[in-house]
């Protein structure tokens, strides 16, 4: 990735009165590794943020001295951040890894004072030297140095883990009252890929009970052997991820749903009235809570959270009998009867596949799931998109059968979906004869 490409970007600051700025962290790594930089960061010697954003607009991301300046800049969305120290090598000395400690002038010089980029080609996660506690100056950098790791598939250098497990084992303290946006951003990134390998460095760095405290309340909550002989409720999601994994999908809506779609059995457990085992009663909708009080303090976008909260709500779904109206009952409450595809649907399914297969299950009863609920939404679907509408309406209800409005007209339109649903008639002429011939009781 050549360097010029972004060098009219600080071209342009300068010409609006932005005296020195140069390309920092991401960007200059991406470059230095031939990708396409995910994000551009600028640091500047302007004065403050607010004289920053006089001259380049934007708004402000972030609170001192952890803020930045987001704008757009020759159609480049781009982060400006004002210099930490009085040099930009002062700056970069107060960065977290050597990797990331790399800035490009206007001219295109490279300034790499901790030798960068060697540790890029070695793929190594250093710290940058400093004469204090390193994760001191900012303690979400013990999160950030996994999450790298994790995404660009670097070893973390021996001596930076072990400074980075005795901080997280002598300094506790200073790793809570982050505010949990801060670290959502990083478990966010870090949960894009290879979901259960992420979950395990977190487990592995003993972070769980500091980043992820609701994960953390599930270790050692035992489960019914007869349900789940791979053991207590954290396992069973370690090994839920790990088939999430599997599937090879990146598709970060189905990773959340699968970390929290058992977080809410620590709440729920209590004997069974019958059995005299433990069970979690409406342990899904518990969960679908936590999740989304969870996820909103990760400041992430609301259809993430939202679709998160709906799969874990509706993850026992399969568990009940599967007949054409409990089909049809839930294409109405999940999923839109009238799309070509069902998204969320969809990933409901791999949700539970992964669910079965996590607790030693081999998942045949979700695929039959799958199967009848498809066939059902196919007889929905062609039917509705050949009338563009219901068979038959409220209102053409009441006439043919003589009866007021009321809740009664609405079941028998569900009656008339259920129908249709198991393949019994498909046109309108069809279901006036159906309900003439007395086939829904009234």
Request: proline share 5%; with cysteine; glycine share 6%.
């Given at each position: 990735?050549?360097?010029?490409?972004?060098?009219?970007?600080?071209?342009?600051?300068?010409?609006?009165?932005?005296?020195?700025?140069?390309?920092?962290?991401?960007?200059?790594?991406?470059?230095?590794?031939?990708?396409?930089?995910?994000?551009?960061?600028?640091?500047?010697?302007?004065?403050?943020?607010?004289?920053?954003?006089?001259?380049?607009?934007?708004?402000?991301?972030g609170k001192p001295p952890f803020c930045t300046v987001s704008t757009?800049?020759?159609?480049?969305?781009?982060?400006?951040?004002?210099?930490?120290?009085?040099?930009?090598?002062?700056?970069?000395?107060?960065?977290?890894?050597?990797?990331?400690?790399?800035?490009?002038?206007?001219?295109?010089?490279?300034?790499?004072?901790?030798?960068?980029?060697?540790?890029?080609?070695?793929?190594?996660?250093?710290?940058?030297?400093?004469?204090?506690?390193?994760?001191?100056?900012?303690?979400?950098?013990?999160?950030?140095?996994?999450?790298?790791?994790?995404?660009?598939?670097?070893?973390?250098?021996?001596?930076?883990?072990?400074?980075?497990?005795?901080?997280?084992?002598?300094?506790?303290?200073?790793?809570?009252?982050?505010?949990?946006?801060?670290?959502?951003?990083?478990?966010?990134?870090?949960?894009?890929?290879?979901?259960?390998?992420?979950?395990?460095?977190?487990?592995?760095?003993?972070?769980?009970?500091?980043?992820?405290?609701?994960?953390?309340?599930?270790?050692?909550?035992?489960?019914?052997?007869?349900?789940?002989?791979?053991?207590?409720?954290?396992?069973?999601?370690?090994?839920?991820?790990?088939?999430?994994?599997?599937?090879?999908?990146?598709?970060?809506?189905?990773?959340?749903?699968?970390?929290?779609?058992?977080?809410?059995?620590?709440?729920?457990?209590?004997?069974?009235?019958?059995?005299?085992?433990?069970?979690?009663?409406?342990?899904?909708?518990?969960?679908?809570?936590?999740?989304?009080?969870?996820?909103?303090?990760?400041?992430?976008?609301?259809?993430?959270?939202?679709?998160?909260?709906?799969?874990?709500?509706?993850?026992?779904?399969?568990?009940?009998?599967?007949?054409?109206?409990?089909?049809?009952?839930?294409?109405?409450?999940?999923?839109?009867?009238?799309?070509?595809?069902?998204?969320?649907?969809?990933?409901?399914?791999?949700?539970?596949?992964?669910?079965?297969?996590?607790?030693?299950?081999?998942?045949?009863?979700?695929?039959?799931?799958?199967?009848?609920?498809?066939?059902?939404?196919?007889?929905?679907?062609?039917?509705?998109?050949?009338?563009?509408?219901?068979?038959?309406?409220?209102?053409?209800?009441?006439?043919?059968?003589g009866i007021p409005p009321g809740r009664e007209v609405g079941r028998?339109?569900?009656?008339?979906?259920?129908?249709?649903?198991?393949?019994?008639?498909?046109?309108?002429?069809?279901?006036?004869?159906?309900?003439?011939?007395?086939?829904?009781?009234?």
């Open positions: 990735m050549p360097v010029e490409k972004f060098l009219p970007i600080l071209n342009e600051l300068k010409r609006r009165g932005i005296n020195n700025s140069w390309l920092v962290g991401g960007v200059v790594r991406d470059i230095l590794m031939g990708r396409e930089p995910a994000d551009i960061d600028i640091v500047c010697d302007e004065g403050n943020t607010e004289s920053l954003i006089s001259k380049v607009g934007g708004t402000l991301i757009r800049l020759l159609d480049y969305p781009i982060e400006i951040g004002i210099l930490t120290g009085e040099s930009i090598h002062e700056d970069l000395k107060r960065r977290d890894f050597t990797m990331n400690a790399i800035a490009i002038d206007i001219e295109g010089n490279i300034l790499d004072p901790f030798s960068g980029i060697r540790d890029i080609h070695s793929c190594v996660i250093r710290l940058v030297p400093a004469t204090t506690l390193p994760y001191e100056a900012d303690p979400v950098r013990v999160v950030r140095a996994l999450r790298f790791a994790h995404i660009l598939k670097f070893s973390i250098e021996f001596e930076t883990a072990a400074v980075t497990e005795r901080f997280i084992k002598e300094h506790p303290d200073k790793l809570t009252g982050i505010p949990n946006e801060r670290y959502g951003k990083e478990l966010l990134k870090g949960f894009s890929t290879r979901p259960y390998d992420f979950l395990t460095a977190l487990e592995n760095y003993s972070l769980l009970p500091i980043v992820l405290p609701e994960i953390e309340s599930m270790r050692g909550i035992e489960q019914p052997a007869i349900f789940h002989p791979e053991g207590c409720v954290l396992t069973h999601t370690f090994g839920v991820m790990n088939e999430v994994q599997k599937l090879n999908t990146n598709n970060i809506i189905l990773t959340l749903a699968a970390l929290f779609h058992d977080v809410g059995k620590p709440q729920t457990i209590r004997k069974h009235p019958k059995y005299e085992r433990d069970c979690f009663f409406k342990h899904d909708l518990a969960g679908s809570r936590i999740a989304l009080e969870v996820l909103n303090t990760w400041a992430i976008p609301h259809y993430i959270t939202s679709a998160v909260s709906s799969l874990v709500s509706y993850h026992m779904f399969h568990t009940g009998r599967i007949t054409k109206r409990t089909c049809v009952k839930f294409l109405r409450k999940f999923g839109n009867t009238l799309a070509e595809s069902l998204p969320l649907v969809e990933l409901l399914f791999d949700l539970a596949f992964c669910d079965a297969r996590g607790a030693m299950g081999t998942g045949e009863n979700i695929l039959a799931a799958r199967k009848r609920l498809y066939e059902v939404h196919d007889n929905l679907f062609q039917v509705k998109t050949s009338h563009n509408n219901r068979l038959l309406s409220g209102n053409e209800i009441m006439r043919i059968l028998i339109l569900e009656e008339i979906d259920v129908a249709v649903g198991a393949g019994k008639f498909s046109t309108k002429n069809e279901a006036e004869e159906w309900l003439k011939n007395g086939m829904v009781q009234i």
